[in-house]
């Protein structure tokens, strides 16, 4: 039987043609068009992990927030009340809002469109929007463009318009349209009298998020003034896409902890800020801005990098130090730009490195339940307790690293939402030339239009865990599309196979298109073999990992449970075992001569924790007698320039067991070297 196929491999970055003529508004000639296009969460059904992943979301706080967040649950400001009219509700919208479509669950549906109806129902008529303002309340005003003054920050309504959108993908609500497309207009006529930073800094900080939203109205109203207020925006914000393309932000942002210019250097600011210079690139096509990215994140992660995969900040930027922080938010807001960047760039690094930081970094900061999470997780962290630590930030009561559903600072107990729920809607794209790309994996099965015509995909797979994703075609009429797939850059010795003919030219850190008229019953299995290699971080020390995970020591866990009047019940971790462990130096130099793998299947029902890791590794090790907890933090001995740590260790030769780093709550994951 003849099959028709064709594979193209395509440069990682996809080269556009529209880097030409520049208008005064700094914008490119007329469409703004990205090789992928975002997916409605409602196309993308989660599957086996993921799904069980999402549900325990939906019966944790992700579902009830609403009910036991006191920030939240009184008198909401987005339901017109007098209580939370800031961020917080639209932080929690941002994530419940795909939940909600992603397991089209009626109740949860029901529950966060009270906020919507809300919002979109009592929009002024000048298109200002949101809580009613104190200004309004006692004077019993309305905002006008006229009085701008009278209304308040607009750093919230940047997050409800993200929720809005992701609403219309969903339901296709034509209100969204007219809602925003007022809203907009009003800060066109309002921007110059009341500026972006005007009531607070994060206003001016995140000013990227806004102006994504008004490209994102502009790709589909295609009304020019949108383009203006974008530039107006962008030159009213701060100026990351300078900074992030200029090595003086980032050795400024290594040497300086005092509170100078701290919003430049606060973890989230920037976990947002990334998307900005792709956000330009897609409004003016200058490639400067793709630079100016590469250039920010290389050195980001060079300074300021960690095993897990995101930099530090706790809450400022604090060096690679295995001992240091990050804030949980820093990592949900990497993850949502880097799915925005990955749309916009289509450059495989960005992808694999938002895979990276999912299966790493994001599992191991809440708990099995979803009903608490840690406002900073550590990389080695020894223990998670009540204390001040190695964090640039420590607020009063030392409970920054506890787990708990209010400690710490509260932004994370409402954002952390976002982190799982929109990397199940971005695990897919449609393409600019028709096809469908699947750029993360997971397992889901897929129900879109392509050509007019209804194509469903299943994605059979228990990856990150599992080397082979399966992808099953069904659809009524066959039909011809190109399918994209991200081959990552750890692996390579990928295969694809379509109906059993396996295609060659498959190299790592690209992505693959595969055109073929696709019918009933087709298959395309892409293997990703996941090869054991070292890496190398701060203090020189090594991490292990294998595929898309990075691994770190198993330690059975001791939970303990304390009250803290003010910020509510509490658990602290402590290890039962010993963790003062180096790697030994054979390790290093050969791994998968040394390192032992075993794997065992994945029930649906799986839980990031060490009792349900599917993978184990054993690796020789031996004990460095004086590395210890001091004041709770276990100070990272130097492996030297030579590769080995000098001081004293222990003489037996022990096995170690690894684990995911994402099951860990306390680990080392970057180990000092030993003879
Ligand atoms: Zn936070």
């Keep these: 039987m003849k099959v028709a196929l064709a594979f193209v491999v395509c440069c990682a970055v996809t080269l556009r043609l529209c880097a030409g003529a520049i208008d005064v508004l700094?914008?490119?000639?007329?469409?703004?068009?990205?090789?992928?296009?975002?997916?409605?969460?409602?196309?993308?059904?989660?599957?086996?992990?993921?799904?069980?992943?999402?549900?325990?979301?939906?019966?944790?706080?992700?579902?009830?927030?609403?009910?036991?967040h006191p920030k939240l649950k009184n008198d909401n400001g987005w339901l017109g009340g007098k209580g939370d009219g800031w961020e917080e509700t639209p932080y929690w919208l941002d994530g419940a809002v795909p939940l909600a479509y992603l397991l089209d669950d009626p109740q949860l549906k029901t529950k966060v469109l009270k906020y919507i109806q809300w919002t979109l129902n009592n929009q002024r008529p000048s298109g200002y929007f949101g809580p009613i303002t104190k200004e309004e309340r006692e004077k019993g005003i309305k905002v006008s463009a006229d009085n701008c003054q009278a209304g308040e920050d607009w750093w919230p309504k940047m997050v409800m318009l993200k929720?809005?959108?992701?609403?219309?993908?969903?339901?296709?609500?034509?209100?969204?349209?007219?809602?925003?497309?007022?809203?907009?207009?009003?800060?066109?006529?309002?921007?110059?009298?009341?500026?972006?930073?005007?009531?607070?800094?994060?206003?001016?900080?995140?000013?990227?998020?806004?102006?994504?939203?008004?490209?994102?109205?502009?790709?589909?109203?295609?009304?020019?003034?949108?383009l203006e207020l974008a530039s107006l925006i962008e030159s009213q914000s701060f100026e990351w896409s300078t900074w992030l393309g200029n090595r003086d932000w980032v050795m400024n942002a290594a040497a300086n902890q005092t509170d100078k210019d701290w919003m430049r250097r606060h973890a989230v600011n920037l976990g947002m800020a990334l998307k900005s210079p792709a956000i330009n690139y897609q409004r003016t096509g200058q490639r400067k801005y793709l630079g100016a990215l590469q250039t920010g994140w290389n050195d980001l992660m060079t300074l300021h990098g960690l095993p897990m995969g995101i930099f530090s900040g706790d809450e400022d930027l604090h060096g690679n130090d295995p001992t240091q922080g990050v804030e949980l938010c820093a990592i949900v807001e990497a993850m949502y730009s880097l799915e925005k960047i990955s749309q916009i760039t289509a450059d495989t690094k960005y992808m694999d490195a938002l895979e990276k930081i999912a299966f790493n970094a994001?599992?191991?900061?809440?708990?099995?339940?979803?009903?608490?999470?840690?406002y900073f997780?550590?990389?080695?962290?020894?223990?998670v307790s009540r204390g001040v630590f190695d964090f640039s930030l420590p607020f009063d009561r030392g409970m920054n690293n506890v787990?708990?559903?209010?400690?710490?600072?509260?932004?994370?107990?409402?954002?952390?939402?976002?982190?799982?729920?929109?990397?199940?809607?971005?695990?897919?794209?449609?393409?600019?030339?028709g096809g469908l790309a699947a750029l993360q994996y997971s397992p889901n099965e897929l129900q879109t239009k392509v050509n007019g015509k209804v194509v469903t995909i299943k994605e059979v797979t228990s990856f990150p865990f599992d080397e082979t994703v399966t992808f099953e075609f069904s659809a009524k009429d066959s039909v011809k599309f190109p399918l994209t797939l991200r081959i990552p850059s750890w692996c390579k010795a990928s295969t694809i196979s379509v109906n059993g003919r396996r295609l060659d030219q498959v190299q790592a850190g690209?992505?693959?298109?595969?055109?073929?008229?696709?019918?009933?019953?087709?298959k395309v299995i892409l293997n990703l073999p996941m090869e054991l290699t070292t890496s190398n971080w701060g203090k020189n020390s090594r991490a292990i990992e294998r595929g898309p995970l990075v691994y770190a020591l198993k330690l059975e866990e001791r939970w303990e449970k304390g009250n803290e009047p003010n910020e509510g019940d509490y658990m602290s971790v402590y290890p039962t075992q010993p963790w003062n462990y180096g790697l030994l130096k054979q390790v290093i130099d050969n791994p998968s001569a040394h390192l032992q793998v075993t794997t065992r299947p994945l029930t649906d029902k799986f839980v990031w924790n060490i009792h349900n890791a599917p993978i184990e590794i054993t690796a020789?090790?031996?004990?460095?007698?004086?590395?210890?907890?001091?004041?709770?933090?276990?100070?990272?001995?130097?492996?030297?320039?030579?590769?080995?740590?000098?001081?004293?260790?222990?003489?037996?030769?022990?096995?170690?067991?690894?684990?995911?780093?994402?099951?860990?709550?306390?680990?080392?994951?970057?180990?000092?070297v030993v003879k």
């Design 377 to 383: 997780q550590i990389a080695n962290q020894v223990q």
């Design 510 to 522: 690209r992505t693959v298109t595969i055109t073929n008229s696709w019918k009933e019953g087709d």
């Design 620 to 672: 020789p090790a031996k004990k460095i007698p004086n590395w210890k907890v001091i004041d709770g933090v276990a100070h990272q001995p130097v492996t030297d320039r030579t590769g080995i740590y000098k001081g004293e260790v222990s003489d037996t030769v022990e096995t170690i067991k690894l684990v995911p780093y994402g099951c860990t709550k306390v680990r080392i994951v970057a180990f000092p």
């Design 26 to 68: 700094d914008v490119k000639a007329d469409t703004l068009t990205d090789p992928y296009v975002e997916i409605p969460a409602s196309n993308i059904k989660p599957k086996g992990w993921l799904l069980h992943q999402l549900q325990i979301m939906r019966d944790g706080s992700t579902g009830h927030l609403d009910e036991v």
């Design 163 to 226: 929720v809005l959108q992701q609403y219309y993908l969903a339901t296709n609500d034509e209100r969204v349209i007219s809602f925003m497309t007022k809203y907009f207009h009003y800060q066109l006529k309002t921007l110059k009298q009341c500026p972006i930073g005007k009531w607070t800094e994060w206003g001016a900080s995140r000013g990227a998020e806004n102006v994504m939203m008004t490209q994102w109205l502009y790709s589909i109203t295609r009304e020019k003034s949108l």
């Design 403 to 433: 787990f708990g559903l209010r400690s710490g600072y509260t932004c994370c107990t409402s954002n952390m939402h976002q982190g799982w729920t929109k990397f199940a809607s971005h695990l897919w794209y449609s393409t600019n030339d």
């Design 362 to 374: 994001l599992p191991t900061q809440t708990t099995d339940d979803y009903n608490m999470k840690q």
